[in-house]
Nanobody, 124 residues
Framework: QLQLVESGGGLVQPGKSLRLSCSAS????????IGWFRQAPGKEREGVST????????DCVDSVKGRFTISGDYAENTVYLQMDSLKPEDTAVYFC?????????????????WGQGTQVTVSS
């Protein structure tokens, strides 16, 4: 069974950091494009950061550039999202997803498998 499981979310103060993990079972992550997406209440799901099967990464929104870093530990079959200098507007449910084409685009519809999401709340 193909499965993605996110972890690492929580409640943090503005300016603090969190590291989200996306662990895969039933398939090997390094053959897929992996994306982190987020969805805030009342808003559409949006791409945050992605990593292609070849290792190239993309920031999907300008607001996370210089603050968020996506990386893969393929020995652990896990992709991480390091989030620094968090802001209240980063509050959302964060999802990871796998793109079987390997491209790792920022488009939600390109992704085939999704995790259940993890809540990130940034508040003082």
């Amino acid at each position: 069974q193909l499965q993605l499981v996110e972890s690492g979310g929580g409640l943090v103060q503005p300016g603090k950091s969190l590291r989200l993990s996306c662990s895969a079972s039933g398939f090997t992550l390094d053959y897929y494009g992996i994306g982190w997406f987020r969805q805030a209440p009342g808003k559409e799901r949006e791409g945050v950061s992605t990593i292609a099967s070849g290792g190239g990464s993309t920031d999907c929104v300008d607001s996370v550039k210089g603050r968020f870093t996506i990386s893969g530990d393929y020995a652990e079959n896990t992709v991480y999202l390091q989030m620094d200098s968090l802001k209240p507007e980063d509050t959302a449910v964060y999802f990871c997803a796998a793109d079987t084409s390997g491209w790792g685009t920022c488009a939600v519809h390109e992704y085939d498998f999704w995790g259940q999401g993890t809540q990130v709340t940034v508040s003082s």
